[in-house]
């Protein structure tokens, strides 16, 4: 198989694939042009030695008019005064002996004629000659490590000539394949081979070959031999056929695709038409393109905005229409051609556009319900810039677009984003859609964990969080425990409707210990508790990771408030209390040794660091399950603080801390729910 490895070429860009004059070269008078365009394959890169030279031919002499020395240097198009040239081209260097480098070698002759592009095509052929050396599994199976294979240009076999650099070699401890340019009057290759055989000692081969051919390649197989048991067999088999040991680079025209009239190099914008022609010097077989992550078959069909006209079967014209581009994503955008050839001629080549539309929705915020929609406007008769946007397939909304840069980038800031919401959102450019239409799913709230009570587990006491889980909802069943009550429970009463089977259940008690009795209230809240003698420490506040800004809390509850008949602070019927507080990280310590560490509900959004809050307060009993919602009121003056912390605290007795309340109140909690 020959490798296809780089491109030496000149390729039409009009609707021939012969000579032809060149509408997009500019030929001074008297002059023609070969085209170059190298096209890197995988085995030879930009730091491998190229070297192309373009000789002028005047009868028997040649002289040197061109040299470059690296794949880069090369011009894409090389005017040439019209008459008779030769280029040749040499890949790697000449070395003498390397496992690394071979060397190729080519040249072609062609003539410039005034007015035209010349294709040439140059095929490089190996020079070098291989040399392989091939261990058989046995060698590595009956000597020990250490064996080698020497490799010398010489008619014998010298080691201290080896050893000093006087006779060049190469030396193979493993199968490898080694390259040798065999200097001027040296015809042979002398190999020599050393093992240990555990049994026989020390083994050595060697021989000799002759007549050593440039394009060649030799090969050294050693092996022991199952016939003749301790006698290795040295096989060396020589191929000398080209044909079989075909590694030519060829050095041909690959496809192009040119701007007509215009440098498809630059930036294009997507307001405008451009045509490409496409050329080749065999029959074209794959033409792709790939944009915002779409692929397109052009050969089978075309979408909307490209068409793309056959002059012959290796000549074609490509028109991109500003239609196309409503389906691509507005911003700078690759397009990505790749095209082929039946004779293997490959070529990959991007054009980058200005898409005029809308980008993909990057900067906004949940918290503060804003986002910043922006756009790329290339039509310079834009006189109105609009940018539109849907919720959840709903009316769109406009709002009006302004100028923010230099470059053509347009913004727009809305302030009603939601959470969990498809959004559609595109631009308008004097009245009109420009563009593609994208959209996107905006995050959902987060909710408290273990909000639907389902998960519990008993340590000492019952705990409202999952075995394993991180604490976050607490009681003040530690306090109970001590006195042998429990005050909050999972229970099997749930909510009308609940996917769940369980609810919190938060029953006030009177508990006491060694004949010393104390009211405790059921209660349920977000926070750490700890004991002081005979009394509670309750600290509210758990770390929250807040993605958007919630509206309200929603839970499911039913409660009996019952006559206050123990403690002295109030008397009547008993009050339930349940808050929510959002605050910058401060928590607040309620203990109930000390009244002036007491929450007064009506004055929550006073208290330091509290961002936001809302309660409910009350003495009426619910005899069935009913959905209530505590709205969530914020401070203007700490609206742009990010929360830390969230409080969130139910009970049946909300004179607890004063020990006050009636033994027959109890509250049931279900589905708790941040609404957003």
Request: a negative charge.
């Amino acid at each position: 198989m020959k490798k296809l490895f780089a491109l030496l070429s000149a390729v039409l860009v009009v609707a021939s694939c012969s000579k032809d004059t060149d509408m997009n070269v500019e030929f001074a008078a008297g002059e023609g042009a070969m085209r170059f365009g190298i096209a890197t394959q995988a085995d030879l890169t930009a730091e491998d030695s190229v070297v192309i030279k373009v000789y002028k031919v005047e009868g028997e002499e040649q002289m040197l008019i061109r040299r470059y020395d690296a794949i880069g240097d090369v011009p894409e198009y090389l005017a040439l005064l019209a008459g008779n040239y030769v280029a040749k081209v040499q890949v790697g260097e000449r070395q003498a002996v390397s496992f690394d480098n071979k060397y190729y070698y080519g040249e072609s002759t062609f003539t410039v004629e005034k007015g035209i592009v010349t294709p040439v095509t140059v095929d490089c052929k190996l020079i070098s000659t291989v040399v392989a050396v091939n261990y058989d599994a046995t060698v590595a199976e009956k000597l020990a490590e250490g064996y080698f294979t020497t490799v010398a240009i010489a008619d014998n076999y010298d080691a201290d000539a080896i050893a000093t650099g006087d006779v060049l070699s190469l030396t193979y401890e493993q199968s490898k394949d080694g390259y040798v340019m065999m200097p001027e009057g040296m015809t042979s290759l002398y190999w020599h081979f050393e093992g240990t055989h555990p049994v026989e000692g020390d083994i050595v081969k060697e021989g000799l070959i002759e007549n050593v051919k440039a394009s060649a390649r030799y090969t050294i197989t050693l092996k022991y031999s199952a016939d003749a048991p301790g006698n290795l067999v040295i096989e060396a088999t020589v191929d000398e056929s080209i044909d079989e040991y075909d590694d030519t680079m060829i050095f041909s025209p690959d496809p192009t695709l040119l701007g007509d009239g215009f440098d498809e190099g630059a930036a294009q914008l997507s307001t405008v038409t451009r045509r490409y022609n496409i050329a080749s010097l065999a029959t074209i077989d794959v033409m792709m393109l790939d944009v915002d992550g779409q692929s397109y078959n052009l050969l089978e069909s075309q979408p909307q905005g490209i068409v793309l006209t056959k002059i012959d079967e290796m000549t074609y014209t490509l028109d991109i229409n500003p239609a196309f581009f409503s389906q691509v994503t507005g911003g700078q955008q690759e397009l990505s051609f790749h095209i082929e050839d039946v004779d293997g001629g490959k070529a990959t080549k991007s054009l980058v556009y200005f898409v005029q539309g809308i980008t993909p929705l990057r900067v906004y915020s949940l918290w503060n319900a804003t986002a910043k929609f922006e756009a790329v406007v290339v039509d310079a008769a834009a006189s109105t810039v609009e940018i539109a946007y849907a919720a959840n397939g709903g009316e769109w909304k406009v709002v009006a677009a302004e100028k923010v840069a230099d470059d053509n980038i347009y913004a727009a800031t809305i302030a009603d984003l939601a959470p969990a919401t498809t959004y559609s959102y595109k631009l308008i450019v004097n009245g009109v859609d420009a563009g593609k239409s994208l959209s996107m799913v905006t995050e959902a709230g987060t909710q408290l964990p273990n909000g639907d009570m389902e998960r519990w587990h008993t340590k000492t006491w019952i705990l409202p969080y999952g075995e394993g889980d991180s604490p976050f909802w607490l009681t003040g069943n530690e306090g109970g425990n001590m006195a042998g009550a429990t005050l909050t429970a999972p229970s099997e009463d749930v909510r009308p409707g609940s996917t769940g089977v369980s609810s919190a259940h938060l029953k006030s008690q009177k508990a006491s210990v060694m004949g010393i009795g104390k009211f405790a209230a059921g209660n349920l809240f977000t926070g750490t508790f700890s004991l002081n003698g005979m009394d509670g420490i309750v600290t509210f506040g758990r770390d929250f990771a807040f993605t958007a800004k919630p509206k309200s809390l929603s839970f499911w509850m039913k409660n009996n408030e019952g006559t206050i008949n123990e403690g002295s602070h109030a008397s009547g019927t008993d009050i339930y209390t349940i808050m929510v507080l959002i605050t910058d990280g401060t928590t607040f310590a309620v203990n109930t040794k000390d009244t002036s560490t007491f929450l007064n509900v009506t004055e929550l959004n006073n208290l330091p660091g509290v961002i936001g809050s809302g309660y409910m307060s009350g003495s009426d009993s619910r005899a069935e399950w009913k959905e209530e919602t505590i709205n969530i009121t914020y401070r203007e003056d700490r609206s742009n603080l990010k929360p830390k912390k969230i409080i969130v605290s139910f009970t049946p007795s909300g004179y607890g801390d004063y020990f006050c309340g009636s033994t027959s109140s109890w509250m049931y909690v279900d589905d708790i729910v941040l609404n957003y």
